[in-house]
């Protein structure tokens, strides 16, 4: 599996968009981008992933380049409860298990 | 409906102790993951079961093994153990080929 380059850290401003970069210059084609949250002492959870197309849901947007080599969630208006450590993962899913990296992550810290 | 469930939430053992940690999924998931998190790293994959039967492993020794029932819920079990085992256990569900894993609130392990 490709591995993932994240700052380790980043600050936002309550109410701004938050955008949180990915590098994954290795990806390869069969690959899919995954982004999980990790809030103090509890699990990851899941917020995103696409594997060409940008996407979108309740929590954030996910916007990937076209070359595939790095992408950028977004979250649109991040609150105080946005503080967390985000992971960008890389997986490819196939008949050989579902085998997930988790890099270091970026810390978010939401101020007010 | 519940999410997934992980016992115990806190554990203390000695060096070369045995312990088993379990872990039930989400209704309806076929499939299991269990990932080591030591504090202030990402977590990492151990084991993934997929209808009772392994499907990958991560670089661990022998002395993590685990099973999956035939209910889909998992035991994780350590041998001898080391200080170097102290961590926070998670566990994953996710339905066959799905595109977002669920994460337990994991089992804190603690060598003594």
């Known amino acids: 599996d490709a591995k993932t380059t994240q700052p380790p850290s980043m600050d936002c401003a309550e109410g701004r968009a938050a955008n949180l970069p990915c590098n994954h210059s290795?990806?390869?084609?069969?690959?899919?981008v995954y982004w999980y949250r990790q809030i103090h002492s509890q699990g990851p959870q899941y917020i995103i992933h696409g594997l060409k197309n940008n996407e979108t849901n309740e929590m954030a947007s996910l916007i990937i380049t076209e070359d595939r080599k790095s992408s950028t969630l977004i979250l649109p208006h991040a609150t105080l409860r946005d503080t967390a450590v985000y992971y960008c993962?890389?997986?490819?899913?196939?008949?050989?298990?579902?085998?997930?990296?988790f890099g270091a992550g970026t810390r978010l810290f939401v101020k007010a | 409906d519940a999410g997934v469930t992980q016992s115990p939430t806190h554990l203390i053992k000695t060096r070369g102790q045995h312990v088993t940690l379990r872990c039930s999924p989400i209704?309806?998931?076929?499939?299991v993951s269990w990932y080591q998190q030591v504090l202030g790293q990402g977590p990492q994959f151990i084991f993934q079961y997929y209808e009772k039967e392994e499907r990958g492993r991560g670089n661990f020794p022998d002395r993590f093994s685990a099973r999956q029932f035939p209910n889909y819920s998992s035991e994780l079990n350590v041998n001898a153990l080391l200080l170097g085992d102290s961590a926070l256990y998670l566990c994953?569900?996710?339905?066959?080929?799905?595109?977002?894993?669920?994460f337990g609130s994991g089992t804190r392990l603690t060598v003594v």
């Open positions: 993962i890389v997986r490819s899913e196939g008949t050989g298990g579902f085998k997930t990296i």
């Open positions: 290795t990806i390869s084609g069969n690959e899919y």
């Open positions: 209704s309806g998931h076929k499939s």
């Open positions: 994953a569900s996710s339905l066959e080929g799905a595109w977002g894993y669920t």
